[in-house]
């Protein structure tokens, strides 16, 4: 158990909907990160939340969206679904960022399975 | 751009073998990560390696980060079933402070 939470665990809705998928960090992290993972593109980074604020944006498209609370839960919103959306999202964290000190790295939720009909 | 490279994409074992997998990039990375990943789950982190040159061992896991800090290995002896899965290198320390991942080594070690 790695300490951080996802939900829903799998989540099945139709094309055009939205939907949110809900991320509590590891006790004391202050950063969120949220990846995708398709079949065909590995895991891919999506954005990146420190205490609150933004601080990178990868490959996520605008009809997601993210934020991350002041009690650090984050929220990412996926908008007028489409088939290709299907996936694993992962949740992750970290006590500060990748990089902030030597060897800081970032611990996985289980992550929540989308699938988009 | 960052990129991380890794070979073989897919390995086939028999129980007993030994392996080695690769993660190669024509970046500079402060630290080093590997994960392993079984389906459905979220990857779970095996070692860091930060400093060029340094091997880490864990069990019958051998890690080693390449002297310029832009590969690194993963070597697996007398490979089990349960070491099945898909394993993950991964980068950090870039301007953005997030993890960079390969696409990953799917590894199935046959009894």
């Known amino acids: 158990d790695s300490g951080v939470t996802q939900t829903p665990k799998h989540l099945i809705t139709a094309t055009g909907q939205r939907v949110t998928l809900r991320c509590s960090p590891r006790?004391?992290?202050?950063?969120v990160y949220w990846y995708q993972q398709s079949l065909d593109q590995g895991l891919q980074f999506l954005i990146h939340y420190y205490n609150g604020e933004e601080r990178a944006k990868g490959n996520i498209l605008e009809r997601f969206s993210a934020q991350q609370f002041p009690d650090l839960h984050s929220e990412l919103n996926l908008s007028s679904l489409e088939l290709g959306d299907s996936a694993l999202y992962f949740c992750a964290s970290s006590p500060l960022w990748v990089g902030a000190y030597s060897g800081n790295t970032i611990y996985f939720g289980e992550g929540s399975w989308l699938t988009v009909v | 751009t960052q990129l991380l490279e890794q070979s073989p994409q897919f390995l086939s074992i028999q129980e007993g073998e030994n392996l080695t997998v690769y993660c190669n990039s024509s970046?500079?990375?402060?630290?080093l990560q590997w994960y392993r990943q079984e389906p459905g789950e979220g990857p779970v982190l095996l070692v860091t390696?930060?400093?060029?040159?340094e091997v880490k061992k864990l069990k019958r896991l051998t890690f080693q980060f390449g002297d310029a800090r832009k590969d690194s290995s993963l070597h697996i002896t007398a490979a089990q079933p349960g070491d099945t899965g898909l394993y993950l290198c991964?980068?950090?320390?870039?301007?953005?402070?997030?993890?960079?991942f390969g696409k990953g080594t799917k590894l199935s070690v046959k009894p």
């Open positions: 006790s004391g992290d202050l950063s």
């Open positions: 390696v930060v400093t060029g040159g």
């Open positions: 970046s500079v990375f402060s630290s």
């Open positions: 991964a980068g950090g320390g870039g301007s953005q402070g997030n993890l960079i």
